[in-house]
């Protein structure tokens, strides 16, 4: 028998491979490498490194303004993450665990539908929206706010939930009506406790967009309703301090962790 | 009603899947008895419509037509959990989120047991299934056969009055399996609970059951004890299902007291023993096993023919014999002595050769 190097392909052994997967790695993370460090910057040059400091971590947080907004930024953000969460699950409650229904890839798209369209087209379409709203009502505050970040976080929300729910074995929940459970039971001591992770993932999901949300934010907030990246984008107009550097870098600390959190949870088996 | 003869009935039962306009029957219109305390089989092929069956006593399904009595009460039409009835799933079905205490207690804690009801109910079941040891595990960490045992100890623990069993066995591999077949008999025996078992494997179905319905396209085709399923075949679905079986077909010349005399297409008369009277053409059933072989010399056998393949299979030699009636007849035997191409005669015992409804 003819003795053959036959080697499946190993997209490793291409041609430049390596230099363009460290080129992907470095473009992605240098500038954020950058920023956390500059955060750390002795001096208020944000280019020209001089000491090791925590000072604009202290500057920032004694920051009445970068204070406020995050106060904002929590409330809007855990708000919109319960609301969309509650609504999410029983969304995806509904599209997995019922017989197929008239309508249901509609449903489904509408529910999608904040990722399709253009987040721009959303803004402009919930101010004046609102504004009709506004006036017709007289009712003002934090609420709009909440209920446009309710919005779009409902598909992000509602991803995790449906995928969890879709591994789901149906057979658990007829097992557990077979042993005497009602409709209820079967809920609150099988579905729920098992889809747990995928809820604690959505709200973790639907809270980091939250969070990180700019242009829907900019058009709807009214006055003393800035959030922390709203503040950051006016502050940055008026030139980067490494204070804003060390917002940053909080801010990018919280979603590293939720991000990374969501990953491992949502990896936990069914 | 409610009496020992007719513990759970089946009454026409139909169901349909499917809209309106192309709606497709899983079940056409089944009649079946099932009595206090036996082990009750559903046999058939895959889409024979066995698990579509159970799964309406359970209430999984809800019938198109019919009704489902059990103790004399219909059931029919209950949710799952109002039904004493409790199932033993394919894949088993146990809670990832529980031990396996919890599952097995699961029945008794949603039918609002005492604590202490549920926890010496559970430690009985747990030495039923003999898993004692093993109380406080998560079922992810069990092998499949004791995760089997678990699924059977938390369907019996709210103590039902028929347990369902959809195919159990069928994960589990080959000698396992007859170890839980015999295992499941003996529960059995010590619960006194209903079985009612669905399974697409013969040989399983005969070992265990006490009788057996086998089922084909929606249809109960014939239900009796496994003796009277192997012996005496209804249809030749049946009797091809189960066991190797040979069929001859010929012509009735005449029929009485049970007895039909078969001229074959190649000349001889047979006689066979017939349910009831019949006409025109048939069809003969006879097992392999049932067959006598003799020498060809005495020329008294009701057919002779020329072997024309020997298949060995450890306890005995399927004797395949051209008697020139098409298809050739099997006859097996444990003492062959006989050659390829050796003419031999064969013997239809009258007991053993039954006519069948088509």
Redesign the interface.
Known sequence: MAERKGRPFNLKSQPGFTQIAWACVVFLYAPILVLIAFSFNENRSVVRWTEFSFDWYVSAFQNDGIRNAAIVSLKVATSATLIATTFATMAALATTRTAPFRGQGLAFGIINQPLMVPEIVTAVVTLSFFALVKQVTGLTGIGYLILAHTVFCIPFAYMPIRARLEDMNLTLEQAAADLYATPFRVFRRVTLPLMAPGILAGAMLAFVVSLDDVIITLMISGPGETTLPIYIFGQIRRGITPEINAVSTVLLGVSVLLVSSFFLIGRKKA | MGSDDGFIEIVDVTKAFGPADRRVFALGGVTATIRRGEFFTLLGPSGCGKTTLLRLI???ELPTSGEIRLDGQEIGHL???RRP???V?Q?Y?????MTVAENIG??LE??DKPRAEIASTVARMLALVKMSDLAGRRTDQLSGGQQQRVALA??LA?QPKVLLLDEPLSALDLKLRKEMQVELKRIQHETGITFIFVTHDQEEALTMSDRIAVMEKGHILQIGSPTEIYNAPAARFVADFIGDINFIEGEVVSCGDGRAEVRLPSGPLLSAHAGQPVSGRVTLAIRPEKIGLRAAGDGTAQLSGRITNLVYFGSGTNVHVDAGIGADIVARTTTPGVAIGDRVGLDLPFADLSVLAE
């Open positions: 359970a209430g999984f949710p799952p959990f009835v409790n199932t799933f894949n079905a146990l809670f990832p989120h699961f029945g949603m039918l938390r369907a709210p």
